[in-house]
Nanobody
Framework: QVQLVESGGGLVQPGGSLRLSCAAS????????MNWYRQAPGKERELVAG????????TYTDSVKGRFTISRDNAKNTMYLQMNSLKPADTAVYYC???????WGQGTQVTVSS
């Protein structure tokens, strides 16, 4: 079955950390550029970070630079998003995406609140 499944979301206090995972199946993950998006209530979905198929190039939206790290393990068909120094503004549903295979996960909720 071709799918992306996110996990690792939850409730965290400001300044805390979370690591999101995106497990891929049913396609050649090692050849796929992958992205993390997020969508906050009442806002459009925005691109948070991207990574090339080998992991050699990563990109970030300005608001998360220096706090978030995208990575991948092609042997495990899994992508990660390490999120540190979380802020209430990071509260959103986070989605993983494979643009080349036109795939989206179901999303995982991240809530940053005291």
């Amino acid at each position: 079955q071709v799918q992306l499944v996110e996990s690792g979301g939850g409730l965290v206090q400001p300044g805390g950390s979370l690591r999101l995972s995106c497990a891929a199946s049913g396609f050649t993950f090692s050849s796929a550029v992958m992205n993390w998006y997020r969508q906050a209530p009442g806002k459009e979905r925005e691109l948070v970070a991207g990574i090339t198929n080998t992991g050699g190039i990563t990109t970030y939206t300005d608001s998360v630079k220096g706090r978030f790290t995208i990575s991948r393990d092609n042997a495990k068909n899994t992508m990660y998003l390490q999120m540190n120094s979380l802020k209430p503004a990071d509260t959103a549903v986070y989605y993983c995406n494979s643009p080349g295979f036109n795939l989206w996960g179901q999303g995982t909720q991240v809530t940053v609140s005291s």
